[in-house]
Nanobody
Framework: QVQLVESGGGLVQGGGSLRLSCAASGSRVSINTMGWYRQAPGKQRELVATIARDGRTNYADSVKGRFAISRDNAKNTEYLQMNSLKPEDTAVYYC????????????WGQGTQVTVSS
C-alpha cells in the first residue's frame, strides 16, 4: 500500500510563494507519473501539473510560468513551487502518484490547504 504525505500549505499574501512537498512510501515498484490537482470551494478538481519519471512536465495554462513541479526519485518525493500566487489559486491541493504493475494504480495524498489573500 502506497502512502502519500503532503506538507507545505498555508496562508500567503498575493504575490507570495509557497512550496508543497509530497512524500510517497510503501511502493515496491518504481513510481511513474506524479502530479498535483487542486479543488476550490464549489469547483471541480482540476489538474495543476504533472511530472513523469524522466522529468517531463505538464502544466495547466492557469499556472504556467508561475508554478514549477519537480521530483526526487531517490526520495520518492515531488514538489510544487508556487510563485506569484493569486487569490484564485486558493484551493485544497492534492498530490498523486502512479505505479504500474499489470495495470496502473493511482494513489492520493490527504490534501493541503493553500489560501492566498488579496
Amino acid at each position: 500500500q502506497v502512502q502519500l504525505v503532503e506538507s507545505g500549505g498555508g496562508l500567503v499574501q498575493g504575490g507570495g510563494s509557497l512550496r508543497l512537498s509530497c512524500a510517497a512510501s510503501g511502493s515496491r515498484v518504481s513510481i511513474n507519473t506524479m502530479g498535483w490537482y487542486r479543488q476550490a470551494p464549489g469547483k471541480q478538481r482540476e489538474l495543476v501539473a504533472t511530472i513523469a519519471r524522466d522529468g517531463r512536465t505538464n502544466y495547466a495554462d492557469s499556472v504556467k510560468g508561475r508554478f514549477a513541479i519537480s521530483r526526487d526519485n531517490a526520495k520518492n518525493t515531488e514538489y510544487l513551487q508556487m510563485n506569484s500566487l493569486k487569490p484564485e489559486d486558493t484551493a485544497v491541493y492534492y498530490c498523486y502518484a502512479e505505479i504500474t504493475v499489470t495495470f496502473t494504480l493511482r494513489y492520493w495524498g490527504q490534501g493541503t490547504q493553500v489560501t492566498v489573500s488579496s
